[in-house]
């Protein structure tokens, strides 16, 4: 097939489907070296998992609750994000309920930072899309290539009339897999190799605070595994907003479930450990919200298609994973179009 299309000298046009952590950081790294880049993302709003639910005069981070930043390149960007007023450390009071709870091994390790955007989740992603050209509310649906370059067509407007010598699928492997699967079997059977899991949300909202010893919670019992009081993170109003999220076993069992009856299940394991009843709540499925298990194969690349794909799944999970997926996608496609000399 046709690998690029590029005219001698001038810039390759680059789309990049979806824009949340991975879709952002192939990106933001691909036009930092001089290449065209256009963001598509089927969403009103950018960071994908990394988001927050704002109602009335309260908000709720439903998706990732936080993140950890080991490798030296991302402790790099999170410290611009930090300097910009997006991104803070969170040291809740944090405990582990349940089993486990006398296995030091599950005790929380007093040495992990944990991050969160500031004033929410969303709030790095955002930043990083204002240097970028992103087309929101544009879910592609198609992709064909012929000696012109690579065409989208979106469920909003139909076919793009734009061509683009490189694609980059920055999306959930499940969502990756339509996609790939006309052009690139092998990367077909890699998206379609990873499995991932639901989780279940529900966010709360209280009058006023609650007496609970703990901010944030790893439970090992009954239907949850997370908790966080969310205005204990920084830059969070004084509004008491907690979040529970299901364990991913009690989620793919109750994923067709009504969000009503989920939300009683939830509350009552949450009053167990002395909660009341709260003023409001809000339930959120994620379908896809981790891979399990996460592969480490970082990114990938077809040069003879001109199509690649990054995403947290390709890249042990996380946020973190997210990030160096898209990064390590970059390389890889400046690698592929070095001017041979
Ligand atoms: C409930 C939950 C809890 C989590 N907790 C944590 C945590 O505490 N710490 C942590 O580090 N990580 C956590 N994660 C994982 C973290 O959110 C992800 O690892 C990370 O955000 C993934 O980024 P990504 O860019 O790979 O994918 P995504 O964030 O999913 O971005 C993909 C984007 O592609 C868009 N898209 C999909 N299909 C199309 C299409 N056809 N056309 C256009 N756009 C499309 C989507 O709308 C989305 O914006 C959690 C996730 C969930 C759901």
């Not at 590029?6 to 952590?21: E, F, N, R, T, Y």
């Not at 950081?25 to 691909?30: G, I, N, Q, V």
């Not at 204002?130 to 370059?149: I, P, Y």
């Not at 298990?293 to 947290?312: I, K, N, R």
């Amino acid at each position: 097939m046709i690998a690029n299309s590029l005219k001698p000298d001038s810039p390759l046009q680059i789309a990049v489907i979806g824009a949340g952590m991975a879709g952002l950081s192939c990106a933001t790294h691909l036009q930092q070296h001089g290449m065209l880049v256009t963001v598509f993302e089927k969403s009103r709003g950018v960071a994908g998992r990394m988001s927050t639910r704002r109602v009335d005069d309260w908000q709720c981070d439903h998706g990732a609750q936080y993140f950890t930043a080991n490798d030296p390149a991302f402790r790099v960007a999170l410290a611009q994000w930090q300097q910009a007023g997006v991104a803070q450390l969170w040291s809740p009071r944090l405990q582990v309920i349940g089993d486990r709870v006398n296995n030091p091994a599950s005790r929380p390790d007093p040495s992990v930072e944990r991050f969160v955007g500031v004033p929410r989740m969303t709030a790095p992603a955002r930043l990083m899309a204002e240097s970028l050209q992103v087309e929101t509310q544009c879910t592609v649906r198609a992709l064909q290539q012929d000696a012109s370059g690579w065409q989208l067509q979106s469920e909003e407007h139909g076919w793009h009339t734009q061509r683009f010598d490189v694609v980059l699928l920055a999306v959930p492997a499940p969502q990756a897999l339509p996609l790939v699967r006309p052009h690139v079997p092998d990367l077909a059977e890699l998206a379609e190799s990873a499995t991932m899991q639901a989780s279940w949300a529900l966010m709360l909202q209280y009058a006023a605070p609650l007496s609970l010893p703990f901010d944030a919670a790893f439970v090992n019992q009954g239907p949850l595994r997370w908790i966080a009081r969310d205005n204990s993170k920084p830059g969070r109003g004084s509004q008491e907003t907690w979040l529970l999220h299901a364990s991913a076993e009690w989620s793919q069992t109750h994923l067709e479930q009504d969000a009503e009856s989920v939300a009683k299940e939830l509350l009552a394991a949450f009053a167990e450990l002395g909660a009341p009843a709260p003023q409001t709540w809000l339930a959120h499925r994620w379908r896809y919200a981790n891979t399990g298990p996460a592969m480490q194969q970082a990114c990938a690349w077809s040069t003879e298609h001109a199509l690649g794909l990054c995403g947290d799944w390709l890249h042990g999970g996380k946020v973190e994973g997210a990030w160096l997926s898209g990064r390590k996608l970059a390389g890889k496609v400046m690698q592929a179009y070095a001017p041979i000399d």
